[in-house]
């Protein structure tokens, strides 16, 4: 994802907290803002996984959509702020290991 500066700075940038999926959280700020996104029509740039020191898979997926889940709840209206909660709690009780 390339960014304006401008449209960066009006993010906030990256939030504060360096345990993974600051990408996803950021994408969802400006998704929320109304900012306009395109994909990169080829690969700008390679990316190597499982790298030590590296962020990816540092955080459970579940951790992650909670992350990002957040942003919306703040965006919700009342009624519908409890879902975040709803949806951990959905995910305790049947984990997607059991889903066939």
Not at 5 to 30: H, K, V
Not at 54 to 76: E, H, T
Not at 91 to 98: D, I, Q, R, V
Request: proline share 6%; net charge positive; charged share 25%.
């Amino acid at each position: 994802l390339l960014v304006r500066a401008a449209s960066f700075r009006s993010l906030g940038q990256f939030t504060e907290i360096r345990a993974g999926c600051e990408d996803y959280e950021l994408w969802t700020r400006a998704w929320l803002l109304g900012l306009r996104m395109e994909k990169a029509v080829e690969p700008l740039y390679w990316y190597r996984e499982g790298h030590p020191g590296s962020m990816f898979g540092s955080m459970s997926q579940f951790d992650c959509a909670q992350r990002v889940l957040r942003w919306y709840k703040g965006a919700m209206p009342d009624k519908l702020s409890g879902l975040p909660e709803l949806t951990r709690m959905l995910y305790e009780l049947a984990p997607p290991s059991e889903y066939k």
